[in-house]
């Protein structure tokens, strides 16, 4: 049974796994949305692109992960981003309307502190969330990561392709 920290560690990696791959398909099939989700048995895959190329692109991304280019493991469309980019937004909107009267008009006083702020917030979230994907959400160094597997689905008009690893 794996610890809880082990679990975290495969969640990382394939999720470095699977950026470095969106970084190679991108590059491939630059005006295709693409879209991931890692777990500690690999990762979800969305997108329209031939499995041929999904599993080319695995198997490089695996590859130049362990020849050091650690740096595929950050991906701009991270949700750790998002997620970074809002909480400090959402934080700095709640501090610019902290102690506003209760009338429309005095929360509305404070909109041009709110958006200065929330600004302010977004300028610092971007370098945050790289830092919070290299350091907390990815692993560039995939270890002992292998893949298993390459499955492709379609679900209705959507295409997946789950990605099974194992270390």
Not at 57 to 84: I, Q
Request: positive net charge.
């Amino acid at each position: 049974m794996a610890t809880l920290s082990e679990i975290i560690q495969r969640v990382r990696r394939n999720h470095g796994l699977e950026h470095a791959t969106i970084h190679l398909l991108t590059r491939r099939f630059p005006n295709t949305f693409l879209a991931g989700h890692s777990d500690p048995e690999g990762f979800w895959l969305l997108g329209e692109v031939p499995s041929e190329a999904v599993e080319e692109a695995v198997h490089e991304a695996l590859r130049r992960l362990r020849n050091g280019e650690r740096k595929l493991a950050v991906h701009p469309g991270c949700g750790t981003n998002y997620l970074v980019s809002g909480g400090l937004a959402a934080l700095a909107g709640a501090l610019a309307m902290a102690g506003a009267g209760r009338r429309w008009r005095d929360k509305a006083d404070r909109l041009p502190l709110a958006v200065m702020l929330g600004t302010v917030a977004l300028m610092f979230s971007q370098p945050l969330g790289y830092l919070l994907q290299e350091r907390v959400t990815t692993d560039g160094d995939p270890g002992a990561l292998e893949v298993v597997e390459i499955i492709p689905t379609r679900r209705g008009r959507l295409t997946a392709h789950r990605v099974l690893t194992q270390e």
